[in-house]
């Protein structure tokens, strides 16, 4: 099962480094991760991606609440929350078929960032599940250079069924 979790640290040298490291030695792969900075200064925001059950989840909470920098750790549940990921594509496509690629990109709510003689780069920001569905899209054009920034998210400022779960707290 997949779970995205929302880890607020001390902005320091080696706090990401701490939490990936001990992702790596407990065998768990993160799928994706993305870190920035906070509205607090001194504070970035990790975001990750994990594939494990429940109850290594329960685990990884009690490891990652040891950690120094950590200062909350909370899952991001599917549906409660809102999750995007930017995508920047380069399709190599001919002038002639550019007009239905873009206009495709535009009703997904993409926008073209550069153009060339033989190709365009397209900027997709969307769910997951959108920008696989886009990828697959872009295919038969022939994609040459892709990059995902992995996902990000914040609970839902409205319509939440029950509030995120917190799973560990320093203060």
Same mark, same amino acid.
């Given at each position: 099962?997949?779970?995205?979790l929302s ?92 007009? *239905? !690629? #873009?206009? $495709?990109? =535009?009703? +997904? ?7 060339? /003689?033989?190709? &365009?780069?397209? *900027? !997709? #920001?969307? $769910?997951? =599940?959108? +920008? ?6 872009c295919? /038969?054009?022939? &994609? ?28």
């Amino acid at each position: 099962m997949r779970h995205t979790l929302s880890v607020t640290v001390q902005d320091k040298p080696g706090a990401l480094t701490r939490i990936t490291t001990m992702f790596a030695r407990r065998g768990f792969n993160i799928e994706s991760l993305a870190v920035g900075p906070t509205e607090q200064p001194g504070v970035s925001r990790i975001t990750m991606r994990v594939d494990c059950a429940q109850h290594s989840l329960e685990q990884i909470e009690k490891q990652i609440h040891k950690l120094v920098d950590v200062l909350r750790v909370t899952e991001l549940v599917a549906g409660e929350a809102v999750e995007r990921e930017l995508m920047l594509v380069k399709v190599s496509v001919p002038p002639e078929r550019r007009a *239905e !690629l #873009v206009t $495709t990109a =535009e009703a +997904l709510g993409g926008r073209l960032l550069d153009v060339g /003689p033989d190709a &365009v780069v397209l *900027e !997709l #920001v969307a $769910t997951p =599940e959108k +920008l696989d569905s886009f990828h697959e899209l872009c295919r /038969p054009y022939g &994609v040459s250079d892709l990059v995902r920034t992995g996902r990000v998210g914040v609970p839902r400022a409205t319509g939440r069924r029950r509030a995120p779960r917190r799973l560990a707290a320093i203060n």
